[in-house]
């Protein structure tokens, strides 16, 4: 009997331990599931502000622009032809004022210098950006219109002064080509879609409140 009333609670305590062990796995699954449930409840309020919601939305589509500007087919086909385009429009401008320039593919070419237009000098990231903001804005489609129409021709006119700009710098101040190129320029083409955007923005506000 006393070795039965000894080893009883040790039979018990084996028990016992063997009953708690599952509990804690359930209650560490509970944690676990609780903490991914609170994770997504985080993310679905911060998706639901309004400033991050326009922010999620504005990466998304620029990383489907880049998706498909970094492929072959854009590259050879829409960057190509726009680069064409800048080419002869610049070359018809410096012609009406009597200089001689040619466009030869896609390149300004004069007596002195020749400059080609590659990616960078094609405005097309900046009318992406333009583009992105502007479609997930909340507003009508008629103000996104006017946005978009009147944004493109700013930046299309923009960029034919830089390629403008940046072949007579080649002929008369060839030393800050690099400068006139690779900073001043870049710069202007990141700040002056942003301009545009909180130009159209402020705009558009008021178009709706007036309508």
């Given amino acids: 009997m006393n070795g039965l009333i000894f080893f009883n609670p040790f039979i018990c305590f084996n028990y016992n331990m063997k009953k708690t062990k599952p509990a804690k796995k ?3 699954k509970n944690n676990s599931t609780q903490n ?4 997504f409840e985080k993310l679905k ?3 639901k502000q309004p400033f991050y919601n326009l922010l999620i939305k504005f990466f998304v589509l620029i990383c489907i622009f880049y998706s498909f500007w970094i492929t072959p087919f854009f590259q050879n086909n829409i960057v190509a032809n726009v680069a064409l385009f800048y080419a002869n429009i610049s070359t018809i401008i410096l012609n009406i004022f009597q200089i001689p320039v040619q466009a030869v593919g896609d390149s ?13 000098c ?3 990231e900046a009318t992406a950006i333009l583009f992105c903001a502007m479609i997930i804005y909340p507003t009508s489609w008629k103000n996104k219109s006017i946005g978009l129409l009147i944004g493109l021709l700013l930046l299309v ?4 002064i830089r390629i403008m700009s940046l072949y ?10 690099e400068v006139m190129h690779v900073s001043i320029w870049q710069i202007l083409f990141i700040a002056f ?16 409140l007036t309508a």
Wanted: charge should be negative; proline fraction near 4%; charged fraction near 15%.
């Fill in 26 to 28: 359930t209650n560490l």
């Fill in 36 to 39: 991914k449930f609170s994770f």
């Fill in 45 to 47: 309020t911060i998706y």
């Fill in 108 to 120: 300004l070419t004069g007596s002195d210098f020749s400059i080609r237009i590659r990616n960078g």
């Fill in 122 to 124: 094609d405005a097309i």
């Fill in 157 to 160: 006119t923009l960029n034919i």
């Fill in 168 to 177: 007579f710098v080649s002929i008369y101040i060839p030393s800050i080509f």
């Fill in 193 to 208: 879609p942003i301009l545009i955007i909180l130009w159209w923005i402020k705009w558009s506000e008021e178009e709706t």
